[in-house]
């Protein structure tokens, strides 16, 4: 059975409209004409309706001459709000974090220069699995086959550069250089986005957005997509096979990965903790996608940096289910996890292995985890051992009044800071460490991209996450050598009217790759980054920034963040040590150091 696009089940979702198109909009559009050669029949009307349609109400852009014309029929749909941003990257990381809020993100640049300098976005967006339309204005339809040389390309007659690079990094690519089949195109981009989860290429040809064309005149239909089904008789086997694995177990548990996002079975491995009662885990890169408040939660399930007591539950488990893991070299602490496979069961989104034994492909992930929570036995044996050993948290040392601020004191601060109406962006770097020990409250969202791991994301990202929810009062924390590489916008963060909180943590340099391997290239030049931001402001928007140095200045910062400035933009720079690292980094650094330095394998 078909259904719309706002039928499609997500995790962890903002509002109720990811992806969707209200009914009643629906209704309007199907029974909706438009004259031909009307200024409404045209490829730009068409393509910035379906953007609403999905859910698209902000499209991140970097203008140039290609993709001008384009850009004035986006500005012209009235439900869209066109954001222009400081370069393309930024653009894209923008993209990316409103897609992890809204369920699909959209950008538009030029060609080749631009589109090059938006792929390493694209990149980071397809490996976390996130729907995202790059739009890029192209050249002139009549340039194609000429053998002509453009400007904006490398040079050469062949101007398909750029095209070539997007292939390795979005799921379909369709280049619209005339108009006949520029329709089918685009809504086969759109939904093949939202079919497969991953970021997709439209190139518009410069001259083509405002020509009316007879397949536009009417107001489009909005996507039906049929939902992907399992296997019945798979899923029955991959049950049955599952159940019998689990229920011999004595101490089985649970641990939760990334992949359940894009599974959308988020709600399903919930159902599952409930029903079984098994103690309950995530990988790192699953953090904020299973509830903290669960009554079985042990935390992060990260190998020697895991939550306290949690490691030693998942490792001495005699049975362990993990939905959509991705075991590579930074998830699995430099390949250090005591994991076994035989006592493993692997549920990826769409197929399921036992063991050394038997794999079933064809079964997805939320079916698969919704008929297992009606077969498994209560046991909550793993939890009840875990309860006997856990001891809570300690607290940091006291300061001294006017001590030297420690990282470990500024993150209790932004423990107290969080609420439902939160979400946590944390920067490629030491904030991985320390913000996955955050407790987050329900309804708190968190986000950081640890696939990728591109440092600088955290800026763009911040704009798109907050962009796309406003209701949430966005935390970031930055390092001083990630927020470098993105720094300007800021500026679009300004001009949005966000009221974001930033945390910028200056320790002098690129402590991540200290830990990993140290070198006079890990210092950076220090900014005055209060004064940078000033500067940037410049008397428009709202605006608040403040260094601070020791607890009692961290606390005041914070005090005027949540009260008098809670509706500006607040920069917080903070002055730490630059060897005041979380322990996690230093044991995390080490082993990743000795993954990376293995001599080669005898030939």
Aim: glycine fraction near 8%; charged fraction near 20%.
């Amino acid at each position: 059975m078909d259904f719309k696009i706002g039928a499609i089940d997500t995790c962890k979702p903002i509002n109720g409209d990811i992806a969707n198109v209200p009914t009643n909009k629906a209704v309007t559009i199907q029974n909706s004409t438009i004259p031909f050669n009307s200024p409404d029949s045209t490829l730009g009307r068409h393509l910035a309706r379906r953007l609403v349609q999905i859910g698209v109400t902000d499209v991140f852009s970097v203008p140039g001459d290609f993709n001008l014309t384009l850009l004035d029929h986006l500005i012209a749909e009235p439900e869209l709000n066109l954001i222009g941003c400081c370069n393309e990257l930024n653009a894209g990381y923008a993209a990316d974090g409103y897609a992890r809020a809204r369920g699909i993100g959209a950008c538009v640049v030029t060609f080749t220069v631009g589109g090059l300098s938006i792929v390493n976005a694209i990149a980071g967006a397809y490996s976390e699995n996130l729907p995202l339309i790059c739009i890029v204005g192209g050249p002139n339809s009549n340039d194609y086959g000429t053998n002509r040389i453009l400007h904006h390309t490398i040079g050469l007659h062949d101007f398909s550069q750029e095209l070539r690079c997007f292939q390795t990094v979005t799921c379909y690519q369709a280049v619209l250089n005339n108009l006949d089949d520029a329709h089918e195109l685009i809504d086969t981009a759109i939904s093949t986005s939202l079919k497969e989860s991953k970021p997709v290429y439209i190139s518009v040809g410069c001259n083509l957005p405002g020509i009316p064309h007879p397949t536009f005149s009417r107001e489009p239909v909005p996507f039906s997509l049929s939902p992907r089904s399992s296997n019945m008789m798979g899923l029955e086997a991959a049950v049955e096979a599952a159940a019998e694995f689990l229920n011999k177990a004595v101490k089985p548990v649970l641990v939760g990965g990334q992949n359940m996002r894009v599974a959308k079975a988020c709600d399903a491995f919930v159902e599952l903790a409930d029903s079984c009662g098994y103690a309950v885990a995530v990988m790192p890169a699953a953090k904020g996608l299973v509830p903290e408040h669960h009554p079985h939660f042990l935390g992060t399930y990260w190998g020697a940096v895991s939550t306290a007591f949690c490691a030693e539950i998942v490792e001495s488990a005699d049975a362990y289910l993990f939905a959509g893991p991705i075991f590579n070299d930074y998830s699995s602490v430099g390949y250090s996890l005591l994991l076994k496979k035989e006592k493993a069961i692997i549920v990826q989104p769409d197929r399921v292995t036992i063991g050394n034994g038997p794999a079933f492909g064809c079964v997805l992930m939320r079916d698969f985890l919704s008929a297992l929570a009606k077969r498994l036995k209560h046991n909550p044996t793993s939890y009840e051992n875990y309860h006997r050993i856990y001891v809570p948290d300690g607290l940091p040392l006291k300061c001294e009044p006017k001590e030297a601020l420690r990282v470990n004191v500024l993150f209790q601060h932004i423990q107290n800071m969080l609420t439902g109406e939160s979400a946590v962006i944390a920067e490629t770097g030491d904030s991985w460490f320390n913000c996955q020990k955050l407790k987050l409250p329900q309804g708190c969202g968190y986000e950081f991209q640890m696939q990728y791991g591109s440092i600088g994301w955290s800026v763009g990202a911040t704009l798109g996450y907050a962009q796309a929810a406003p209701e949430k009062r966005v935390i970031a924390c930055i390092g001083d050598g990630s927020f470098q590489v993105t720094a300007q916008d800021i500026s679009t963060m300004l001009r949005c009217g966000q009221r974001t909180i930033i945390f910028l943590i200056n320790n002098g340099g690129y402590t991540i790759e200290v830990e990993i391997h140290d070198g006079p290239y890990n210092v950076i030049k220090n900014w005055n980054y209060t004064g940078l931001v000033d500067a940037i402001h410049n008397g428009e928007g709202k605006c608040w920034t403040t260094k601070v140095y020791c607890e009692e200045e961290l606390v005041e910062a914070i005090e005027t963040a949540n009260g008098a400035k809670k509706d500006c933009l607040c920069f917080i720079e903070v002055i730490v040590h630059k060897d005041d690292t979380s322990k996690e980094l230093l044991e995390w650094g080490s082993r990743v150091s000795a993954a990376n330095s293995r001599p080669p394998n005898p030939q």
